[in-house]
């Protein structure tokens, strides 16, 4: 597996604001994931961050809202932007290690508030 | 559309007793099968993986695959407290490095 870091852990922020988060592996990667979990939910796949060209992204979500980069092989990040409190959820970057099938590994996660 | 199913519970054992996490999935083309573990206010762990018909084991838990029934189970024997937890079972096509994840089972486990 890969080891993978989140930043910021937390954060609280005011409605009309944006936040990036950044996620960083200690390892090269096959493939990058931002999942969004809202409470009491399951995960739901934002896009696929594509190393050195524009993300994927699943349907009902869009590249103005979340805008999203990888500039290498080992690192990510996602942007929640013009944010409403219907954004406060828990933000996760998975990873699929170099070498492996389709297991993903997922990192520690953002916890947004949106006031 | 492919969908991953799980009963939320919550499931309650007694500790020591063994804990039997049941899914089912949509798609007869899901070939890869994980079941995570989330505790509260943390991120999935991933607990098992399993490919093929039958039964997997790693210490104390045991993943089964049934792909005629499309039909995995996640059992765990001598259950803890520290088991009690929310069981995300995802399932993955053939070629697809995405899974569908269900929404989860909660556990519980019981001194």
């Known amino acids: 597996s890969a080891v993978i870091s989140q930043k910021p852990s937390r954060d609280i922020c005011q409605r009309g604001t944006s936040l990036t988060i950044q996620c960083q592996v200690d390892?090269?990667?096959?493939?990058m994931f931002w999942y969004r979990q809202q409470p009491g939910q399951s995960l739901t796949l934002i896009a696929t961050a594509n190393q050195g060209s524009e993300a994927t992204y699943e349907s009902g979500f869009v590249i103005d809202k979340f805008p999203i980069s990888r500039p290498n092989l080992t690192f990510s990040t996602l942007t929640v932007s013009n944010m409403s409190p219907e954004d406060s959820s828990i933000y996760l970057c998975s990873v699929v290690p170099t070498g492996s099938t389709d297991t993903q590994y997922f990192g520690p996660g953002t916890r947004l508030t949106v006031l | 559309q492919k969908e991953v199913e799980q009963n939320s519970g919550p499931l309650s054992v007694p500790e020591g007793a063994i804990a039997s996490l049941n899914c089912t999935y949509s798609?007869?083309?899901?070939?890869?099968f994980f079941w995570y573990r989330q505790y509260s206010g943390k991120s999935p762990e991933l607990i098992m993986s399993i490919y093929s018909n039958g039964d997997k084991e790693d210490g104390r838990f045991t993943a089964q695959l049934n792909k005629a029934s499309q039909y995995v189970s996640l059992l765990i024997r001598d259950s803890q407290p520290s088991d009690s937890a929310t069981y995300l079972c995802?399932?993955?096509?053939?070629?697809?490095?995405?899974?569908?994840f269900g929404r989860g089972t909660s556990l519980i486990v019981h001194p």
């Open positions: 798609d007869r083309g899901s070939q890869s």
């Open positions: 995802a399932a993955t096509s053939g070629g697809s490095y995405i899974p569908t």
């Open positions: 390892s090269q990667v096959t493939m």
